[in-house]
């Protein structure tokens, strides 16, 4: 008699995004329309399978922004997504994980190849983006200019 047991189990439903904080001199953040109604968003994209955040964000540089002449900081925002919540009578709605990335333009770099970006001030990005629901974005942007928040990976969450 086999006593050996298996469980088969499903990946959970995640969707794993790298977004990116553009900054200029003035300290204005890059934001793309992202639909008719006017919302705007912090430029994200989706990572591959098997691709790191670093990568997936260097890929939103391409062809809108002269990779070559950003430069990366050293803060790392990480959006952690919630417990699952059991639904008796439903599937599971799919959670995101996400990385935010800072990145500067050299002061009176001529970079920006997308005419449709709109620069926002630093201090009005957290209301610009409701819609991307990244809790705490006000205060980590504001930490991360006036530099009390130290280099590596900041937890974001309610």
Do not use: C, N
Not at 128 to 149: C, N
Request: without cysteine; hydrophobic residues 40%; charged residues 20%.
């Amino acid at each position: 008699m086999d006593d050996s047991f298996t469980m088969s189990m499903y990946a959970p439903l995640l969707r794993r995004e790298a977004l990116l904080i553009l900054l200029d001199a003035r300290h204005h953040v890059a934001l793309l329309p992202t639909g008719p109604d006017g919302r705007l968003a912090l430029p994200s994209i989706r990572r591959r399978e098997r691709e790191t955040y670093d990568a997936a964000v260097r890929r939103i540089t391409v062809g809108t922004f002269h990779a070559s002449t950003l430069r990366l900081g050293e803060v790392i925002g990480r959006v952690e997504p919630p417990p699952p919540v059991p639904h008796a009578w439903s599937a599971p709605a799919a959670r995101r994980e996400a990385r935010i990335f800072f990145a500067h333009f050299p002061k009176g770099s001529p970079s920006v190849t997308d005419h449709s970006i709109r620069w926002v001030p630093h201090t009005s990005v957290a209301e610009a983006v409701t819609a991307q629901d990244i809790p705490e974005l006000g205060p980590f942007i504001e930490g991360y200019i006036d530099g009390w928040i130290p280099d590596g990976w900041i937890t974001l969450g309610p």
